[in-house]
């Protein structure tokens, strides 16, 4: 487990704003072809946080992230997205509200930043209405906030995997979604590029965006996250705020490591250590 970087405010506060998208999951069960990943799962996402998912292989995170995308129907249940069946919505509808980082994501070959950037717009194209200046002061916020704006010329497939990701927030951010859902969005960094990810979708959840994110370091997720979900076997077996939720003995139940858990010398929030086992 890396060492993350210090946010300005760890777990900034959640009040509701009007809007913030309700979102939750009731009775959920998750199949792939004829295997269960999940069965009667059920939780909402506090709005205006900065939750992360955390479990082990295996345990249905990201099968639990596209279904609350819309883009894994449930077997059984429903996600509610502001009151409403997301299976009953129409792709435009929910991209207007909930943006989508997927786990792995590969853009056309010869396809420009700026280029792959604009396609966050589609939610907001009409027949009568085309590409508008308001598209155009979106897509050029978007790279602003992520300090991509240099290499808004460059071919996507040119960049490192830390502007390959930072250009694909971008993307997602251009969609001006007040809920944005990223899968493993740190995956392939290293520790320095990991924290610049981190540190910019904390600063978009204290502007005002619920961000829902699957992250494999438990320190990362106790240091930026203000509400954790613990999965294991498909199932949600902890939920609630870090100090709550990552403990010794949740993680020695769910991820088998035998550790300590201290204070953060530096936020406070729970320091998984793992203890020398050889």
Do not use: C
């Not at 004829?34 to 249905?60: C, H, K, M, W, Y």
């Not at 250009?167 to 001006?176: D, E």
């Not at 494999?216 to 509400?227: E, F, I, K, M, V």
Request: neutral net charge; without cysteine.
């Amino acid at each position: 487990m890396t060492s993350p970087g210090t946010p300005a405010s760890p777990h900034p506060a959640s009040a509701a704003s009007p809007d913030h998208v309700r979102l939750s999951a009731e009775g959920l069960t998750l199949r792939y072809d004829q295997r269960i990943i999940s069965e009667s799962l059920g939780f909402d996402v506090p709005p205006g946080s900065f939750t992360v998912i955390i479990g082990p292989n295996a345990s249905g995170k990201s099968t639990l992230l596209r279904a609350l995308s819309g883009l894994l129907k449930p077997t059984a249940g429903s996600v509610v997205l502001d009151g409403a069946d997301i299976a009953k919505l129409s792709p435009k509808r929910i991209a207007a509200r909930i943006g989508l980082l997927p786990q792995s994501s590969s853009a056309p070959d010869g396809i420009t930043v700026a280029e792959l950037v604009s396609r966050g717009r589609f939610a907001h194209q009409r027949m009568l209405r085309q590409w508008s200046p308001a598209d155009e002061a979106a897509v050029a916020e978007a790279l602003n906030e992520t300090a991509t704006r240099e290499l808004s010329a460059r071919r996507v497939d040119e960049l490192s995997g830390g502007q390959r990701q930072r250009v694909w927030i971008a993307m997602v951010l251009a969609q001006q979604t007040p809920m944005i859902l990223l899968d493993e969005p740190t995956t392939f960094l290293d520790v320095a590029h990991q924290i610049d990810v981190l540190n910019l979708l904390h600063r978009l959840n204290s502007s005002g965006r619920t961000v829902v994110a699957v992250l494999h370091d438990l320190n990362q997720a106790a240091r930026y996250a203000s509400h954790i979900v613990a999965m294991a076997d498909g199932r949600i077996v902890a939920q609630g705020s870090p100090g709550e939720t990552i403990t010794s003995q949740l993680v020695h139940d769910v991820f088998s490591l035998p550790n300590l858990v201290i204070p953060d010398p530096a936020t406070g929030t729970p320091l998984v250590i793992p203890r020398d086992t050889r």
